[in-house]
């Protein structure tokens, strides 16, 4: 495991998104770890943190914004945290490689192409961001170029320039995006070369990635953060299993190897579509997924008597609402299993967790996002 600060890198300071580059990998895991034991650690063991053998390049989804820089040069980067102020930044010590280079392409085929990036002042100008996502395992490349206008000057000519020099580019989406937002993606999509979608393999399973749709962002913690949840679920081909906060339905169709059935909940329609693409396409019959409100659909539940066994739920940043906790205490699964991103909101959710019923058996965190100041942690309750 790496244990020097060599690598630190030259935008650490301007750019902000890596908050604890300063320390070497050792003293950033174990930061994390003295955190969650300070959060949880009256409820149970905290098992020590999985950390990454090779902490770098982990990224496989990339976005870079463009604009000018005081020289009216385009420049392309990374938004310094909380602002709209570009860092410029061609290689990025835990972005893909790959990724970074095909972006500094980009940026040069601009200058030939004399096209224009964005400019946020007034709303003119062409290229806004690139989004590259790619399979870590497949190896397959999207590349979505986010413009302010459809019209796209010399389209196919400008693709082609790039395809010759990224020959392993799978697909290239043009995405258009002129609305005052800081979403990077806009809702209107235009497919310029392959078929819009790219495949990835995690756990012995295809799932396929679409520009919009919720996927890890490192594939390699993924597997590991899925693996742990399995082991927590500890299913027996019998259960009925909830994946809430599905996503793609990674975890759902992992799981429905090893249950009776699963039904996932997204509220996200494009990650529906791509979750039951992904059942079919992984032969995966005993799922079903629902496009609603994890708590909505939840309190229904529990409404109709229905039972389930098993909850496996990975809620965004703000954890659950107290609709979706409210209507879990009430279908009373023997077994919980919460994956989050955010120990704040986790420990608020454990609080009320452990009030209604239920036990805090095991804690274990995953560095899923290293040098960085974000802890993932994968939780097991049993019902008292
Ligand atoms: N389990 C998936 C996705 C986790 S990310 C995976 O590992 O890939 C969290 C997901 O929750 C996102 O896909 C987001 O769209 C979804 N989401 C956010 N709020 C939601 C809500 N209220 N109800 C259902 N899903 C929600």
């Given amino acids: 495991m790496d244990n020097t600060i060599e690598t630190r ?42 950390g990454m053998e090779n902490p770098y390049h982990y990224r496989c989804k990339v976005q870079a914004a463009f604009g000018r820089n005081h020289k009216g040069e385009t420049v ?31 940026r040069k085929l601009l200058k030939s192409f004399k096209l224009k990036p964005f400019d946020e002042n007034n709303y003119t100008g062409f290229l806004r961001h690139v989004l590259i996502k790619k399979g870590y395992f497949s190896k397959q490349i999207m590349v979505v170029l986010v413009t302010g206008t459809v019209e796209f000057p010399q389209k196919r000519a400008f693709v082609n320039a790039l395809l010759s020099r990224y020959p392993d580019i799978t697909t290239v989406i043009q995405n258009i995006n002129n609305s005052r937002t800081s979403l990077v993606l806009g809702e209107r999509s235009i497919v310029l070369y392959g078929t819009g979608k790219i495949i990835d393999q995690l756990c012995g399973y295809n799932f396929r990635i679409s520009p919009s749709s919720f996927y890890q962002v490192n594939p390699v913690q993924a597997a590991v953060l899925y693996k742990t949840a399995m082991d927590f679920a500890g299913l027996t081909n019998t259960e009925r299993v909830i994946d809430a906060y599905c996503g793609t339905g990674t975890i759902g169709i992992i799981a429905a190897d090893r249950c009776k059935e699963v039904i996932g909940v997204e509220l996200n329609a494009d990650a529906i579509r791509d979750a039951r693409e992904n059942a079919k396409n992984n032969g995966t019959h005993n799922i079903k997924f629902i496009n609603a409100d994890a708590g909505e659909l939840m309190e229904e539940m529990a409404a109709e008597k229905e039972s389930a066994d098993c909850v496996i739920m990975d809620p965004p940043r703000a954890g659950a609402s ?39 058996e095991k804690i274990q965190p995953v560095d899923m996002f290293p040098h960085t100041s974000h802890v993932e942690t994968v939780v097991l309750m049993t019902k008292r």
Wanted: hydrophobic share 35%; charged share 20%.
């Fill in 9 to 50: 890198c030259p935008y650490y300071k301007k750019c902000g998104g890596c908050q604890m580059q300063n320390l070497t990998y050792r003293q950033q895991l174990s930061q994390k770890q003295v955190r969650i034991i300070k959060l949880l650690g009256h409820y149970c063991h905290v098992e020590e943190i999985i």
């Fill in 76 to 106: 392309s980067g990374i938004y310094q945290s909380s602002t709209h102020k570009i860092v410029p930044v061609d290689s990025c010590m835990i972005e893909d490689e790959r990724a970074d280079e095909i972006i500094v392409c980009i």
């Fill in 322 to 360: 107290l609709k979706f906790l409210r209507s879990l205490v009430k279908l009373s699964p023997d077994k919980v299993i919460y994956i989050s991103c955010n120990p704040d909101t986790l420990a608020r959710d454990l609080h009320f967790l452990s009030h209604n019923g239920y036990w805090i």
